[in-house]
């Protein structure tokens, strides 16, 4: 992999104050070369994907780590939670900074098992595919996307993209093994069909036994033609031709593995019409292009989902930009029982900043009349931005700006 990515100085940095490191995220978005990159000679890197070594991690953990000793890369750590308490012990008695740099891709085992053991000792970090200024090569350039009317005053950090060029990448998705493929194209289906099929026989039987995998496939199918969507788990229910428990257990098992994320409503007990219903976001568009079945860039940016997945698209982005620098973004929606909606709010230091997604090059006053919607919350409103296709950042209000998608 000849990119860098922007948490790499993150994880270094913050490792110096702890003992035990854990970066979480979905299977293939590069969490291990990373760590094997970072660590170079002075750690031992170890995967649980490895039977043998998961075996002994399970049935002997004291030995694993007496044969594993820190400074120690280990890789998918959620296969043998039995290694928590005596890296707990491990790191109680050696009392140093950065012992153990852990990865997994299973957030329900690893935060059950750390929060049982390992509180107070490991720093967590969230990882993405890569954002779109890691595929340019300026990644130092991601910085957490807060609105302002002082970015219409930056330079671009990139040349514009076209719409066909923008939906290229949407289609494409950000995982590194196609980015650094020279034949993306020709290796985008290979990839593709490899990764479901491992997700479901792999995590998905082995975690929650699940023997229904075409079923589970279908739904994952049904998931992702309603990204952007509110959850409705009595059609997701139907459409699969299964009971509303399992819906409901199904969708938590794609959040707790990384494949999407569910997006909360912002409310308050000052409005009460304001729903509490989640939306729910794949975190790789190529993966949920690809589960719709797009064929090509030209045919998702000319369908009737295109801006749902550019909308897609932006929260994954905007959310790397806190995830891959340590930080968490306070972000949620706005949507009442009038259905008036604002696709993004962003809550910092009891501000509020309203974000509209929109498939234009032309942002006009109808693109973010939403955004008085949320004085409702009684809370100062920061600058606006409409995130659309118009070739740089500029000021189109007072308080208001629109932002290239690919400038967050």
Not at 5 to 18: H, L, N, Y
Request: hydrophobic share 40%; aromatic share 12%; net charge positive.
């Amino acid at each position: 992999m000849e990119f860098e990515r922007t948490i790499e100085p993150v994880i270094e940095r913050i490792s110096k104050g702890f003992p035990v490191l854990l970066l979480t995220g979905m299977r293939q978005i590069g969490k291990s070369w990373i760590m094997e990159h970072l660590g170079g000679k002075s750690r031992k890197y170890v995967s649980l994907d490895d039977l043998k070594a998961r075996a002994l991690a399970k049935s002997d953990p004291q030995r694993f780590i007496e044969e594993n000793p820190p400074p120690v890369i280990i890789d998918e750590v959620q296969y043998a939670p039995e290694l928590f308490t005596y890296i707990k012990i491990y790191a109680d008695k050696n009392r140093k900074e950065g012992l153990f740099w852990l990865t997994g891709s299973q957030k329900y085992h690893l935060m059950k098992g750390i929060r049982e053991s390992l509180a107070g000792r490991v720093a967590i970090l969230n990882m993405l595919g890569f954002s779109y200024k890691e595929i340019i090569k300026k990644p130092k350039e991601s910085v957490p996307f807060l609105p302002s009317l002082d970015l219409a005053k930056k330079n671009p950090s990139s040349k514009p993209l076209t719409s066909p060029e923008l939906f290229q990448k949407v289609w494409q998705g950000s995982f590194p093994r196609i980015i650094t493929n020279k034949n993306a194209m020709e290796a985008r289906k290979i990839f593709y069909d490899s990764y479901i099929q491992t997700y479901i026989e792999r995590d998905v039987k082995d975690f929650y036994n699940i023997d229904n995998a075409l079923n589970f496939y279908n739904f994952l199918v049904a998931v992702s033609a309603r990204t952007g969507q509110l959850v409705n788990y009595s059609d997701l229910a139907r459409d699969v031709h299964i009971d509303l428990r399992t819906a409901k257990l199904w969708l938590e098992i794609l959040e707790r593995s990384g494949i999407v994320q569910l997006l909360y409503p912002y409310s308050s007990n000052i409005a009460k019409r304001t729903i509490k219903t989640p939306k729910l976001y794949f975190l790789d568009t190529g993966l949920a292009s690809y589960l719709c079945s797009w064929d090509s860039a030209d045919a998702l940016r000319n369908g009737a989902q295109s801006g749902a997945m550019l909308e897609t698209y932006a929260f994954a982005e905007i959310l790397k930009s806190y995830w891959h620098n340590g930080d968490k973004p306070n972000i949620y929606f706005y949507r009442d029982t009038d259905q008036k909606e604002v696709d993004f709010v962003i809550e910092r230091n009891m501000t509020l900043y309203p974000i509209e997604v929109k498939k234009t090059a032309n942002p006009g006053s109808d693109d973010y009349k939403s955004f008085n919607n949320i004085s409702v919350f009684k809370k100062p409103i920061g600058t606006g931005t409409v995130i659309c296709l118009y070739g740089k950042t500029a000021s189109i209000d007072k308080n208001v700006i629109s932002v290239p998608i690919w400038e967050i």
